[in-house]
């Protein structure tokens, strides 16, 4: 996996361990492991895939079913895409987290939805049809943010704070207990 897109999902994951943390104090039942899991791993077949022209969601989430990882592997199926199913759930799971924390990160800065779509409009909005895609997804995406901040103390603009501190995942753990 290239370092850019080591670096941005150390990033994914951090967002979604932060805002899974305070989800977890308000009620919802999430399992904060599978979260970072899934953000750590989520584009882990995105490069192989711009070779092979394959959905690097399917690709990944082919990757975990065989090595027996069935939940993570539907998180990362649908981190780019949703089910209609989880969307419209008044429970939050992790795969919505997932799929939400990575469109607050561009490349490996935590940004607004504003940002990292016009962002997506540049570079995969090569038609009208993908332009009207993307911005039919920043819809969705824009009430699933409203849908997780309704229920917590914090906005969601203060997600942007952690760019200051480095993915905790990134500290190696012979660092820690040295
Ligand atoms: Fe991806």
Redesign the pocket.
Known sequence: MPEHIVAHSLRVAQVGVYISSYLKISGEDLDIGLVEAGGLL??IT?MDSIHTGEN??LSAFRLFQTLGYHELADIVRQ??RLDQDIRHDPHINEALIVNYA?KRVKHCSIVTLSERFEDLLIRYGTTPERREMIRRLYDEVSEIEFNIFKRLDIGFNSLNDLNVFEPAAKVKPEEIYK
Do not use: L, M, R
Request: hydrophobic share 25%; charged share 40%.
């Open positions: 989520h584009d995105k690097h969601a981190h780019v990575d």
